[in-house]
């Protein structure tokens, strides 16, 4: 039997949050009128329960002074979803220059950070033309920059030097951050 590793256990430890009830009823009650008008298959989206869990997250990080999340487009950029959460005040976590350009079409374009992979030049300077933040994860982008802004900012990566509990995994095996 092989050890357990740290990230084995950190798996087993993560429980994912159950769809509340009043949801899944909400939800129920609108597919009837959905599937007549849509059809089936289609995707729902509860715009109420994302404010909602938006909301928690607020409020959780409530006490930590000039909190800003920002919400990673690439997770869902559909336009609508963006508005639903710029109108929770969120900024925007950009990974390409199509995203940023999702961003600026909503209006947000001055609410944004940049991390992205396998850069270029124009996407740095996209960044800066947009009034975004840049966010380097890799100490090689850094040449890559040809303006740099007045704010930049790190990923950086702890490496062997981390403590604690980690849900991501251990940072010695990651490939993202400047040790």
């Known amino acids: 039997m092989q050890p357990t590793t740290e990230l084995q256990k950190t798996k087993r430890k993560v429980k994912t949050m159950p769809t509340p009830a009043l949801v899944l009823a909400r939800i129920e009650r609108a597919l009837p009128r959905i599937m007549k008008t849509f059809g089936t298959p289609c995707y729902v989206y509860d715009e109420r329960g994302i404010l909602d869990r938006g909301d928690e997250l607020l409020s959780a990080m ?76 890799d100490i090689s982008l850094i040449r890559k920059v040809r303006d740099f802004p007045e704010l930049i900012c790190f990923r950086l990566n702890p490496g062997k030097r981390r403590t604690g509990s980690s849900i991501i995994g251990t940072p010695t095996e990651a490939k993202y951050g400047i040790m």
Request: charge should be negative.
């Open 62 to 137: 409530s006490d930590i002074p000039d909190f800003q999340q920002f919400y990673a487009v690439k997770a869902w950029n559909n336009p609508e979803n963006l508005r639903l959460q710029q109108e929770m005040g969120f900024g925007f976590d950009c990974s390409s220059p199509y995203e940023m350009d999702l961003v600026r079409r909503i209006g947000a374009q001055e609410n944004f950070i940049l991390t992205s992979n396998n850069s270029r030049s124009a996407w740095f300077d996209q960044a800066n033309e947009l009034g975004g933040i840049i966010n380097l994860d």
